[in-house]
Every structure is written in C-alpha cells, then in structure tokens.
C-alpha cells in the first residue's frame, strides 16, 4: 500500500530564517506531488504541483519554491520567511489515472 | 480558475440528528472528491463521483453529483460524534495529463453526544 510521509511534524521558525520541509511517498511510482496550504482549517491553497523529477509548476508567487530531487521526494523551501507563511502545509500525491489526491498529515509552522 | 461555493460553513447539531452539506459550482467538473479532516491531521479521500447524477453510499454517507456535474451534496443520516470534522469538496480539472484540485472552503461540521 502506498504511504506518504511528511516532516517536521511542526515547526517554530524566526522570520528571516529559511526553510525546508520534506515529504515522501512509498509504495507508487511517478506520483503527481502537490504542496498546499491551509489557513485557519479552511480551504487549501495549491502552492505547487509536480509531474516528474525536476518539474516544478508555482500556482503562486511567493517566497517559497519547490524541488523534486528524486521521484517521491517533494520539498518546500524558503531563503527567508515572512509572517505571513505561518500555517499549515500540507503534501499530496496521486497516480497518472483516477486523479485523487491522498494527503500527508501536514507540518505546522509557526513563523515568529 | 474554477470556484467551488460550500455551504452552510459551520454546522452545529445534536447526535442522531440528519444533515446535508452542499457543493455549489458555476462550471462544470469532471469529477468531484469529498474529503474529511480532524484538527491537525491531513484531509482523508471518502469518495469521488464521476457520472451526472450519480449517487454513492458510505454506511451513513450519501453522496450525490449533481446532474450537470456543477454540484454536490453530502447528506449523513443518524449523525455520530465521530463524524465531527471539516468536510470539503474538490472538482478534478484535467489538463494536459495532470490535474490540479478546485478546493473549496469546507463545512465544519460539529456533532455533540
């Protein structure tokens, strides 16, 4: 069965520091991986999206970015944080053909 | 970019009692997921519907798309405490292969024994 692995857990960052948050998948070959985020457990925020290893799409500017260095390896960056990239982040994957998305259990950052 | 409405946004009920959440769109979808969320934890897949009109059951759950594929409704009969949660729906945009996921802002959704 396939699994999907996120870390930290949480995280409390001073703004202007960077950051890096992992996710990984077991279990599946080529995934689409997804980066949200999600404010006050409402709606989710699609960050970005990726088809392959090294394909990068940005649904937002920002000062965050993305890589995917291996095939089910997905990591979110920032040089510097702001306040306002507090919240929940959420990673996803789904196979090429149903289209469901399957989530992590999420990092929250505090950003102080 | 295609907008999906939730409605109502917060509801409050007692155990036993029967409900209907609803997923409003101007656009059409070629599927719509249902998720459920507990704090802190990550949205977990309940259902996806595919066909105009279809209806699925999940024990107490029914879920139905609408006709036209512009909406859906989650109705949960005999509510539980454990049912206690943020539900939210997404629609399936295809495009070139991959799909990226509408979300919208979800019904939170309080069950007291």
């Known amino acids: 069965s396939q699994t999907i692995h996120q870390w930290p857990a949480t995280l409390v960052q001073p703004v202007g520091s960077p950051l890096s948050l992992e996710c990984t998948v077991e279990?599946?070959?080529?995934?689409?991986l997804y980066w949200y985020r999600q404010a006050a457990g409402r709606g989710l925020q699609l960050l970005f999206y990726?088809?392959?290893?090294?394909?990068i799409s940005s649904e937002v500017p920002q000062n965050l970015s993305a890589s995917r260095p291996q095939d089910r390896q997905f990591i979110l960056s920032s040089k510097k944080l702001l306040l306002s990239d507090s919240g929940f982040y959420l990673c996803a994957w789904s196979s090429q053909g149903p289209y469901e998305q399957y989530f992590g259990p999420g990092t929250r950052l505090t950003v102080t | 970019t295609q907008l999906l409405e939730q409605s109502p946004q917060f509801l409050s009920i007692q155990e036993g009692e029967n409900l209907t959440v609803y997923c409003n769109s101007s656009s059409v979808f070629s599927s719509l997921q249902w998720y459920r969320q507990e704090p802190g934890e990550g949205p977990v897949l309940l259902v996806t519907?595919?066909?105009?009109?279809e209806v699925k059951k999940l024990k107490r759950l029914t879920f139905q798309f609408g006709d036209a594929r512009k909406d859906s409704s989650l109705h949960i009969t005999a509510a539980q405490p454990g049912d206690t949660g943020l539900y939210l729906c997404a629609g399936d945009e295809l495009n070139s292969g991959y799909s990226t996921l509408t979300f919208g802002k979800g019904t939170m959704l309080l069950v007291s024994p």
């Open positions: 990726s088809v392959g290893i090294g394909q």
């Open positions: 519907v595919v066909t105009g009109g």
């Open positions: 279990g599946t070959s080529n995934p689409n």
